[in-house]
Nanobody, 126 residues
Framework: QVQLLESGGGLVQPGGSLRLSCVAS????????MGWFRQASGKEREFVAG????????SYADSVKGRSTISRDNAKNTVYLQMNSLKPEDTAVYYC???????????????????WGQGTQVTVSS
């Protein structure tokens, strides 16, 4: 069992930055591929970024590519999402997810993840 706790959300002006964090419980964090998803009001949950358990392979949604960086610190059981140049359309609840995923082709698929956090709200508004 893995429990995930996100933090770092909040209200930010357009063009600003935020760093989201997700701390995982358990001793096998390094075995899990980690992902960030988001869900805007009235919309489906969508993939934002993912990082394979090996750490070196990352994937980003086109909507955030070049503006966001996912990273992980296995010693701290933590995955991060640094988001820059934020836009109003980035407003959503952001969820952290963990799954035993070995292929980068599955990283974008929310059905491949076994564990989810409760989410953290990100609001981009002036």
């Amino acid at each position: 069992q893995v429990q995930l706790l996100e933090s770092g959300g909040g209200l930010v002006q357009p063009g600003g930055s935020l760093r989201l964090s997700c701390v995982a419980s358990g001793r096998t964090f390094s075995s899990y591929t980690m992902g960030w998803f988001r869900q805007a009001s009235g919309k489906e949950r969508e993939f934002v970024a993912g990082i394979l358990w090996r750490g070196g392979v990352k994937s980003y949604a086109d909507s955030v590519k070049g503006r966001s960086t996912i990273s992980r610190d296995n010693a701290k059981n933590t995955v991060y999402l640094q988001m820059n140049s934020l836009k109003p359309e980035d407003t959503a609840v952001y969820y952290c997810a963990a799954g035993l995923i070995g292929s980068v082709s599955q990283v974008t698929d929310k059905r491949a993840y076994d564990y989810w956090g409760q989410g953290t709200q990100v609001t981009v508004s002036s």
